[in-house]
């Protein structure tokens, strides 16, 4: 695939994934046209040379590789990634009926930028779990598509020192009001009609997992359509660059690519960073504990998330020294207190594979003044005890709504990428 159709690509993407759960599912159909073979934790694998193969859990996390020789024990190249970003999820019982405005009650998913949220249109889509007239529990994605809700901002008439001291309440500032309504309608009869409008004859909705997303498009912006702006880039846009070159690696050697759920809220989960699922994966591929252990050491996982690209308004938030720019190539991501995994070892290394591709390399270092974000870097690091590298792609408005990058950091971390697996 050359630059500008995975790029395309990566627009077709970001918009058919609102939530981990489509993220996932949008993966597993471009393996499925690789000719990827999709495998279920509860049989027995028969794996052979050269096989191509993934596995999901929860829906919301992918493992995609190609076992090369399959002869163990021969070092894996791994890229990690995660599916899931900052929203708003609609609660349990989230039915509101205030001043004649129906309104779901919804909770904060992750670390949320909250203001971009106000005077979107909004949709809602996630997995809704419910019961046929055979009494069968099922599952199913849903997504309304269309704008069904809004947050509008309170007039600056009504609140003089909104431009100055405005702080959000997320209990009673951010849910979205949905329609006018004199009685309070049922969200479950409406997941209901959604799920028989698309062919699921669903008898009774039991519970439902969904979260509120801005429906407004990715598209190329700028004046010369340098940059790229869309919803979830952090960090989809990770996921699609390694499932890029994961799908052009010609399958020599041991190669994965890991999209885990539950980044943004700390990855302690059965299908998180900080769980068994990639443990599993490896050891069963590979033939047990042991044999994982003496392939570990000389393998190297990409742990791919995007970096803070200086603002030129805020650049003060910024270390003087580590200045990451948009179009300057991935970022190397360093901290001294190990909140990324990089070591001097593994950032020489992936130093040289850019050299290699031919493409640009930063670092960012986070002021020292101020606090550092994390990755499924070191958790994955802990986990497995294998040489980790923290990098990512540049980006303006981590966590907001709607975040920008720049289209040359795409294509030249996909480059480094497939160096990688080469």
Request: charged fraction near 20%; glycine fraction near 6%.
């Amino acid at each position: 695939m050359n630059s500008q159709a995975a790029v395309q690509d990566l627009l077709t993407y970001l918009e058919s994934s609102p939530t981990p759960f489509h993220a996932t599912l949008e993966l597993t159909k471009r393996l499925d046209a690789a000719g990827f073979r999709p495998l279920n934790e509860r049989d027995e694998w028969a794996l052979k040379p050269g096989d191509a193969c993934y596995i999901t859990r929860n829906d919301s996390s992918i493992i995609a590789f190609k076992t090369g020789n399959n002869s163990w024990p021969t070092p894996w190249k791994l890229v990690g990634a995660h599916t899931d970003s900052p929203c708003l999820k609609v609660k349990p019982e989230p039915e509101l009926l205030k001043n004649g405005y129906f309104q779901l009650g919804v909770e904060v998913y992750g670390g949320a930028l909250l203001n971009p949220w106000f005077d979107r249109d909004l949709s809602l889509a996630g997995r809704v779990s419910w019961q046929d007239n055979q009494g069968q529990l099922q599952h199913s994605l849903v997504d309304f598509k269309k704008p069904v809700a809004m947050i509008p901002s309170l007039a600056i008439h009504l609140d003089r020192e909104a431009n100055k001291n405005r702080t959000i309440n997320p209990q009673t500032d951010i849910p979205p009001i949905l329609m006018t309504a004199s009685d309070k309608p049922d969200f479950r009869s409406m997941l209901k009609d959604l799920l028989l409008a698309q062919g699921d004859q669903a008898e009774k909705v039991l519970d439902f997992e969904i979260c509120a997303y801005d429906v407004q498009p990715p598209a190329l912006v700028g004046f010369n359509q340098e940059f790229l702006a869309s919803a979830r880039l952090d960090n989809l846009l990770s996921c699609h660059a390694g499932l890029t070159a994961l799908l052009e690696s010609d399958g020599s050697q041991p190669v994965m690519l890991v999209c885990n759920d539950h980044e943004e809220i700390g990855s302690q989960s059965a299908c998180g960073a900080q769980g068994p699922f990639l443990r599993s994966v490896l050891e069963r591929i590979v033939g047990g504990r042991e044999m994982l252990e003496r392939c570990l050491p000389d393998s190297l996982l990409i742990s791919a998330d995007n970096a803070h690209a200086v603002h030129p308004n805020f650049a003060s938030k910024h270390d003087g020294n580590h200045l990451p720019t948009m179009g300057g190539g991935p970022v190397i991501k360093i901290n001294a207190n190990h909140r990324y995994a990089t070591t001097s070892i593994t950032s020489a290394q992936f130093r040289q594979l850019c050299e290699k591709a031919q493409v640009p390399v930063q670092t960012f270092v986070a002021r020292t003044d101020m606090g550092c974000g994390s990755t499924i870097g070191p958790l994955t690091e802990g986990e497995l005890g294998l040489p980790v590298l923290d990098v990512g792609m540049p980006q303006f408005a981590m966590h907001s709504v709607r975040e920008t990058c720049a289209v040359e950091d795409v294509v030249s971390m996909v480059k480094a990428l497939k160096v990688f697996f080469a």
